[in-house]
């Protein structure tokens, strides 16, 4: 048996982050567990342009969602690949590395619903302690507020405009811009990389972290259970080899696995609801709607095609020059290329409040076997209709002389999709059938385990995220 004074379970965005802040106070011991390896095994992982080299691997939970009946229905039995990391840094040592805030609209919803302490003036100060901002222009203006990130913003889209937009188009451009200040939701896209390496939890908080003396990172090390008596967690029980270990946690037991193996590892610990948990025969400690509100962004994709080379292609990306450039110099592959080659663009058309809500429940008392997850994609009407208001506004930018000028035919991004061939292009019913067939899930799982207060029987964890006990039968 092993004492510390906190265990924290899960080594991904959140867990690493959390295990490193704490050890920052020396009198605090913490263990930190992870299911998958060190990040170091995985030297790709650190490579920005190879981050789809990551899924499927081992270094992958490898999750799938369960045949879907109103999406994904270009797929294989419409079941959709799922992947989530598993190795020191979790999903951030294989996303896409796009870094955002989220909406200050969506903290503020929160704390007028009763989270005390997530409003978005009380969260900021922590997004600043962990951002370490190198692009000049955004350095000082974003620390504040928002407002003034976006006016900082306007005065580069005018500064591109001018170069790349006709002036015509620069104010069809600005009002969309205009729209997405409104609602505060525009951001330029920053990434999570630093000297064209990816800043992975696991880099930019592990590595100083595991020096502390008072730091135990176990990898390797599955967690099967939250250990629990008299309503409190004391402790964890976690497989490592073929070895089964328990340790104690004086403090605190912190649960960071991720939207699907969190809801897991409370269910088999009994937290959970009470009907799922009686079919499976785990002894019950709280009746909690775990695993109950899966949320998920999705997106349709458009693509196009211009006449010049403009993007990325992997034959530009993978020349020797720019390997060289990369090995010697850091700088990421895609600022650097050389060769002519087909090119292309994506405008995703992207759904950011999903009211398709899924569920992630358990298909054995296994800790092993991997959870079942129902994410019913476009189950909810609305979320289509949304989607094709969005994909013809992003169609209208074809008839901008901008994109005239850079030879896109609307022709080639209507792709005629044989499944939907019996519609007129473009028309409503057209744009649903390709939505249905051609949805792209982003891999944003999350509000398994909801935040609330303890009356709000659709909520798990109260505001310091700690479960309702009240619940407990
Ligand atoms: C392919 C992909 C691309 C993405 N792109 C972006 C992007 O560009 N921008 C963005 O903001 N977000 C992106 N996301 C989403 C983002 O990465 C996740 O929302 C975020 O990393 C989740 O953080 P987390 O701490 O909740 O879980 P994770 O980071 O997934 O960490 C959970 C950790 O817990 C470990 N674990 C699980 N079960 C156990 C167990 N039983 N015992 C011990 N350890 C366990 C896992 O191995 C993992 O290391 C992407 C996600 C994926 C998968």
């Given at each position: 048996m092993y004492y510390l004074c906190f265990s924290v379970v899960g080594a991904g965005s959140a867990g690493a982050v959390l295990a490193s802040r704490l050890s920052e106070d020396p009198s605090l011991s913490v263990l930190l567990l992870e299911a998958g390896g060190s990040n170091e095994n995985y030297f790709l992982s650190d490579i920005p342009l190879a981050a789809p080299e990551l899924q499927r691997g081992d270094a992958d939970w490898n999750f799938v969602s369960t045949p879907q009946k109103n999406a994904m229905t270009a797929l294989v039995d419409n079941v959709n690949f799922m992947p989530s990391g598993r190795l020191l840094g979790g999903s951030s040592s294989i996303?896409?590395?796009?870094?955002t805030r989220g909406s200050r609209h969506d903290y503020d919803q929160w704390a007028k619903e009763?989270?005390?302490?997530?409003?978005y003036k009380d969260v900021l100060p922590y997004f600043i302690k962990s951002e370490d901002n190198r692009v000049p222009w955004l350095q000082d203006s974003c620390k504040e507020n928002h407002i003034t990130c976006v006016q900082v913003f306007i005065k580069l889209a005018k500064h591109v405009s001018s170069s790349v937009f006709g002036e015509r188009d620069y104010v069809y451009f600005y009002q969309l811009l205009h729209f997405a200040i409104i609602c505060n939701r525009f951001e330029h896209a920053t990434l999570t990389t630093k000297d064209g390496v990816r800043a992975s939890t696991a880099n930019a908080f592990l590595r100083k972290a595991s020096q502390r003396p008072n730091v135990d990172i176990s990898v390797n090390s599955h967690v099967t259970k939250v250990l629990i008596k008299n309503k409190s967690a004391y402790g964890v029980e976690f497989i490592r080899g073929a070895r089964k270990h328990k340790v104690h946690a004086r403090r605190e037991v912190i649960v960071s696995t991720g939207s699907v193996n969190t809801p897991k590892i409370l269910m088999l610990s009994g937290i959970g609801p009470k009907m799922h948990l009686k079919s499976l025969n785990i002894p019950l400690e709280a009746d909690l709607p775990v695993g109950e509100n899966l949320q998920n962004h999705v997106g349709a994709p458009l693509y196009f095609f211009p006449n010049i080379s403009l993007t990325i292609t992997p034959d530009k990306a993978g020349t020797i020059w720019n390997k060289f450039l990369y090995a010697t110099s850091g700088k990421d592959l895609i600022l650097k290329s050389t060769e002519k080659n087909q090119n292309g663009f994506t405008i995703l058309v992207n759904l950011l409040h999903p009211k398709s809500i899924g569920s992630v429940t358990l298909q054995s008392k296994d800790p092993f076997d991997p959870p079942i997850m129902e994410p019913e994609f476009l189950a909810d009407r609305q979320h289509v209709a949304t989607l094709i208001k969005g994909v013809k506004r992003a169609l209208e930018l074809g008839n901008t002389d901008t994109f005239k000028n850079l030879g896109i035919n609307l022709d080639d991004t209507y792709i005629k999709f044989p499944e939907c061939v019996q519609f007129k292009i473009p028309s409503e019913e057209y744009l649903e059938c390709y939505i249905r067939h051609y949805l792209l899930a982003m891999?944003?799982?999350?509000?398994?385990?909801r935040m609330g207060k303890t009356e709000d029987p659709t909520s798990v964890v109260d505001s310091k995220l700690r479960y309702h006990v009240q619940h407990i039968v």
């Open positions: 996303n896409y590395m796009l870094y009763g989270c005390d302490g997530w409003s891999y944003h799982y999350s509000s398994t385990c």
